[in-house]
């Protein structure tokens, strides 16, 4: 699925993805949703429970900080 068709399917969601296609910049072009949430800890637990060799991303659909503006995540993991 293109990742503008998982945007808007699943909007304002995490989306724990195998990754189908990339352009030469490694930015996910095309992806297969796997799991979506509201809650990114969701997507971070079943993300530390992968044990494929599958090529992963998440993507996150809702609205991004204005530019210049700083950020962090806490990926609580059970590992």
Same mark, same amino acid.
Do not use: C
């Given at each position: 699925?293109? =990742?503008? #068709?998982?945007?808007? +399917?699943?909007?304002?969601?995490?989306?724990?993805?195998?990754?189908? +296609?990339?352009?030469?910049?490694?930015?996910?072009?095309?992806? #297969?949703? =796997?799991?979506?949430? #509201?809650?990114?800890?969701? @997507?971070?637990?079943?993300?530390?429970?992968?044990?494929? #060799?599958?090529?992963?991303?998440?993507?996150?659909?809702? +609205?991004?900080?204005?530019?210049?503006?700083?950020?962090?995540?806490?990926?609580?993991?059970? @590992?």
């Amino acid at each position: 699925m293109k =990742i503008s #068709k998982l945007k808007k +399917k699943f909007q304002n969601e995490w989306i724990l993805a195998e990754v189908l +296609k990339e352009d030469k910049y490694n930015r996910v072009l095309e992806a #297969k949703p =796997i799991l979506h949430a #509201k809650d990114r800890t969701e @997507i971070y637990d079943a993300l530390a429970k992968v044990i494929d #060799k599958k090529h992963l991303a998440t993507i996150y659909t809702g +609205k991004l900080p204005p530019k210049g503006m700083v950020y962090a995540f806490n990926a609580k993991s059970k @590992i």
